[in-house]
T-cell receptor
Framework: DTGVSQNPRHKITKRGQNVTFRCDPISEHNRLYWYRQTLGQGPEFLTYFQNEAQLEKSRLLSDRFSAERPKGSFSTLEIQRTEQGDSAMYLCASLNTGTYTQYFGPGTRLTVL | QQQVKQSPQSLIVQKGGISIINCAYE??????FPWYQQFPGKGPALLIAIRPDVSEKKEGRFTISFNKSAKQFSLHIMDSQPGDSATYFCAASMTGANNLFFGTGTRLTVIP
């Protein structure tokens, strides 16, 4: 069990640019979740995958956001035309369906200037 | 709206004392209630979790108390240590999607 990894750990970008984050879940976990956490708040659900299928998207996930999990392993989250309000920590988690435990990665901190 | 309400926002406890954090929920479909610990710059890590068929669960110094009728649950940290200083989040989820609804967090500081 190597844990959930996320890359990059930090990303600074200018408003209007596109950014992409990657998440590698725990290998035997077929469910993968994306959350967004702003300063001083708890994580908020964005979307989740069961294998390669994206099953649910939050209203927080605007049209500028897209997530993929092409082979049911790693996932990417892309934000197009970034805005300053997108500045946050983006967290990925994978689920152990036996214990219902979600294991979180270290997150990608996005700063939009 | 906030599906899980958490209090207090911050808590200062002396070393060796008991830290108590409270959460309340409205959605009776929730059937899994975890507590996560988060250190600055890190992702949340599961501390302890409970299902509504039991009223209490203890793991080491950490205890969850669960009151189904009041729709409330709490975390008790016994013999609090400076290393426990972190932000604690309660959360809830329901069978199916299992996505977590988090509280707003409690910043715990344990003074030596």
């Amino acid at each position: 069990d190597t844990g959930v990894s996320q890359n990059p750990r930090h990303k600074i970008t200018k408003r209007g640019q596109n950014v992409t984050f990657r998440c590698d879940p725990i290998s035997e976990h077929n469910r993968l979740y994306w959350y967004r956490q702003t300063l001083g708040q708890g994580p908020e659900f964005l979307t989740y995958f069961q294998n390669e299928a994206q099953l649910e998207k939050s209203r927080l996930l605007s049209d500028r956001f897209s997530a993929e999990r092409p082979k049911g392993s790693f996932s990417t989250l892309e934000i197009q035309r970034t805005e300053q309000g997108d500045s946050a920590m983006y967290l990925c988690a994978s689920l152990n369906t036996g214990t219902y435990t979600q294991y979180f990665g270290p997150g990608t901190r996005l700063t939009v200037l | 709206q906030q599906q899980v309400k958490q209090s207090p926002q911050s808590l200062i406890v002396q070393k060796g004392g008991i830290s108590i954090i409270n959460c309340a929920y409205e959605n009776t479909a929730f059937d899994y209630f975890p507590w996560y610990q988060q250190f600055p710059g890190k992702g949340p890590a599961l501390l302890i979790a409970i299902r509504p068929d039991v009223s209490e669960k203890k793991e080491g110094r950490f205890t969850i108390s669960f009151n189904k009728s009041a729709k409330q649950f709490s975390l008790h940290i016994m013999d609090s240590q400076p290393g426990d200083s972190a932000t604690y989040f309660c959360a809830a989820s329901m069978t199916g999607a299992n996505n977590l609804f988090f509280g707003t967090g409690t910043r715990l500081t344990v003074i030596p």
